[in-house]
């Protein structure tokens, strides 16, 4: 006669739980560490251009602000404004189509363009709506 243990369902779910927790986390650290590691030697060698593209690629993530803090007492403030250089200009840009849309309240490709700059950014909801506007006035709009 055989004998089955019987599986304690209370040990087995957290167990279960742990595991995915764990697959989970290596994953994400497995994807993180291949989006930056061809920068950082240069980083290591204080390289600041390799620090700037570092810095714009993490700046979604939850520890951007103290790298940003570690590399601008490095660097000095300017390492700040080169980071952000880019979003600057962007938001320079969105004004002036923005601007321009008082101005010209149907203009395809104004609204195109802050579909574009506002999907850059980040901003989905948004562009998505200035893409319709911009697919009401002309269809062939893709």
Known sequence: MVVRKKIHHQFFL?????????????AENIFYSQL??????K???SDESATVAYLKRIKSLSFFPNDLNAFEGMF???IVQQVFLSDSIRNIEI???????RISPHSRDALYNLYLLYKEKGETKLSENYLQKAK????TVK
């Open 36 to 41: 930056i590691s061809p920068i950082y030697p």
């Open 76 to 78: 000095g403030s300017g």
């Open 95 to 101: 004004n002036k189509f923005e601007q321009y849309l």
């Open 136 to 139: 009401a006035i002309d269809p």
């Open 14 to 26: 957290p167990l279960v739980v742990s595991f995915i927790i764990l697959y989970i986390f290596l």
């Open 43 to 45: 980083l290591v060698n």
